[in-house]
C-alpha cells in the first residue's frame, strides 16, 4: 500500500454556501421507519477527458453511485432510483431547477461535478440542497489523486450525513478482518482489508498459518493480530506498508487477543502462564509486558476506553464469562455485567458512551451497555452472531455471523436502532472484523 503521504484529499473552498436553512434533519431514532427520500443525479464535468482513473464523464457517474450506496446502507436515506433522474448540466450544479426536483418526491438533492486538473489531480465538487426550502445546506470540494478517487465520493457522503443528521462521518474508513475458506474442520485464515463498502480488497497473508483478532493502530499503518506462525498462538504485528510482520512479545507462552491504546503507545493482550490467563500490556516496539489483572482464571478481550484511562474486559473470575472494567494500570477492576446468560468480546465505542459485547445464552447476539452496566440492549437476534466493532463516529457495529449447520461465516452490519442490517459483501467467507478510524 502506498503512503497515506502520498495521497492528497484536501477540502477546497468552492464560495460561501447560502444561508443554511435547520427544516432538513434526519430522525436517527427511528431506524429505516421513515428513511429521507434524496436524489442523487449523476455528477456532470465541464471538460470530458481522459485521466489515470476514466473517462471524467464516467467518474462522474461512479461518484454519484457510490454517495447513493452509502446513505442508502446507512439505513437512514432513500435514493431515488437514478433511472427516474434527468441529467444534470455542469451550469445546473449550482443552480439547480427546484420545480423539477420536487416533483420526484425528493426532499433533499446532492448535486456534483468531476473535473481534471492540468497537475494531473481530480477536483470532485458536493453540493446539498433543501429541495422545498430552496435552498443550499452545504458544499465541500475534494482535490484527490486519480487512484483515490472514491475517497472523494465517500467524503461527499460523509458531508450529507454529518450534515442532515448531525452525527458524526464514517464512510471514508476501512475495514481488516479474517478472510475464510475451505472446509469447516480445515479452514484456511487470511488477514484482509478493503473499503467499509467492500471495495479495493486485498488479501495481507497467504493463509499459510491461521490468522485471528486482527485490529488497527490508531494511526492505520499498522496492524496486531494473533498468528499461529511458528509453535504456538502469539502476537505479531503487521506493516501494511511493507508488508513484513515481527513478534510482538518473545515469550514461550500463548499469547493472543491484541487491541491497540489510543494513543498508540501500548498494545494490551492477554497471555497464558501456568494455566492462569491475565491481561497485559506491551509497548507497541515491544520489550517487558506489564501484568494488569492477575485473578484466577480466564482474564481476556481488552478494550481501553477512547480517553485510553480505563479497559473493558471479559473474565470467568466469577464462575461465568462477565464483562469487568478497571483503570488503565490495572487496578479498581469492577463487574458491570449482571444479566443472565454469559458476555463475551466487549469493545469500547469510540465516542466512550456505550460497550459493545456478544451475549452468550440461547444463541449468540450482538448487544450494548453503559460503561457502568445500565442499558443493556440485544440489537440482533440471530443463531450466531459475535465479535463486534464499532464505526468511527460509534452508530454503526459491524460483526459476523455464522449461518447455522455450514459453519460458513459473513460480515454483517447494525446501527444502534437495532433495525438496520445489512451484509457486507467480501469475496470469500468473513470473520472479526475490525473497522478503522476516519482515514486522515
Not at 72 to 77: E, I, P, Y
Not at 232 to 256: A, C, E, H, K
Not at 358 to 379: A, D, Q
Not at 391 to 413: E, K, Y
Amino acid at each position: 500500500m502506498k503512503s497515506v503521504a502520498l495521497f492528497i484529499l484536501a477540502a477546497v473552498a468552492l464560495a460561501a454556501p447560502a444561508a443554511a436553512q435547520e427544516r432538513l434533519r434526519v430522525d436517527i431514532t427511528g431506524g429505516i421507519a421513515a428513511p429521507m427520500p434524496i436524489a442523487i443525479p449523476p455528477m456532470p464535468t465541464p471538460n470530458a477527458v481522459g485521466t489515470a482513473a476514466g473517462n471524467t464523464a464516467e467518474l462522474g457517474r461512479q461518484v454519484a453511485e457510490i454517495v447513493t450506496n452509502d446513505l442508502r446502507n446507512s439505513g437512514l436515506f432513500s435514493p431515488i432510483r437514478p433511472g427516474a433522474l434527468r441529467p444534470v448540466s455542469y451550469p445546473e450544479v449550482t443552480s439547480p431547477n427546484f420545480g423539477y426536483w420536487s416533483g420526484t418526491g425528493a426532499t433533499a438533492l446532492v448535486q456534483g461535478f468531476v473535473q481534471a486538473n492540468g497537475d494531473g489531480t481530480l477536483t470532485v465538487g458536493c453540493y446539498l440542497y433543501d429541495v422545498f426550502a430552496r435552498t443550499e445546506l452545504d458544499r465541500q470540494g475534494f482535490v484527490v489523486t486519480p487512484q483515490y478517487w472514491r475517497r472523494a465520493a465517500h467524503k461527499c457522503a460523509d458531508t450529507v450525513y454529518t450534515r442532515l443528521t448531525g452525527e458524526g462521518p464514517y464512510f471514508d474508513s476501512r475495514v481488516v478482518y479474517v478472510s475464510e475458506t475451505g472446509p469447516k474442520a480445515n479452514r484456511i485464515k487470511r488477514l484482509a482489508i478493503m473499503d467499509q463498502d467492500g471495495a479495493n480488497h486485498r488479501f495481507l497473508t497467504n493463509g499459510q498459518s491461521t490468522v485471528l483478532t486482527p485490529r488497527f493502530a490508531p494511526n492505520m499503518q499498522t496492524i496486531v493480530y494473533m498468528s499461529y506462525d511458528g509453535e504456538r498462538p502469539r502476537v505479531y504485528v503487521y506493516d501494511i506498508g511493507s508488508g513484513r510482520q515481527r513478534l510482538l512479545v518473545n515469550q514461550p507462552n500463548m499469547t493472543f487477543a491484541p487491541r491497540f491504546s489510543p494513543d498508540g503507545r501500548y498494545v494490551v493482550f492477554s497471555m497464558s502462564v501456568g494455566g492462569n490467563t491475565d491481561i497485559y500490556r506491551v509497548p507497541t516496539s515491544g520489550g517487558t509486558p506489564q501484568r494488569l489483572t492477575n485473578a484466577p482464571g480466564i482474564d481476556t478481550g481488552g478494550s481501553y476506553s477512547p480517553d485510553g484511562r480505563q479497559i473493558v474486559f471479559e473474565s470467568d473470575r466469577g464462575g461465568g464469562q462477565q464483562l469487568y472494567v478497571m483503570n488503565a494500570d490495572g487496578s479498581n477492576q469492577r463487574r458491570i455485567s449482571f444479566g443472565g446468560g454469559r458476555y463475551a468480546t466487549p469493545v469500547w465505542s469510540p465516542r466512550g458512551d456505550l460497550i459493545a459485547f456478544t451475549k452468550i445464552g440461547g444463541g449468540f447476539r450482538i448487544g450494548v451497555m453503559s460503561p457502568n452496566g445500565s442499558g443493556e440492549r440485544i440489537l440482533t437476534n440471530a443463531w450466531q452472531d459475535e465479535g463486534p466493532t464499532w464505526s468511527p463516529n460509534g452508530r454503526v457495529i459491524m460483526f459476523f455471523r455464522t449461518a447455522q449447520g455450514s459453519g460458513r461465516t459473513d460480515l454483517w452490519s447494525v446501527d444502534l436502532t437495532g433495525v438496520n442490517e445489512r451484509r457486507i459483501p467480501t469475496p470469500l467467507d468473513g470473520s472479526d472484523p475490525a473497522w478503522s478510524p476516519l482515514l486522515p
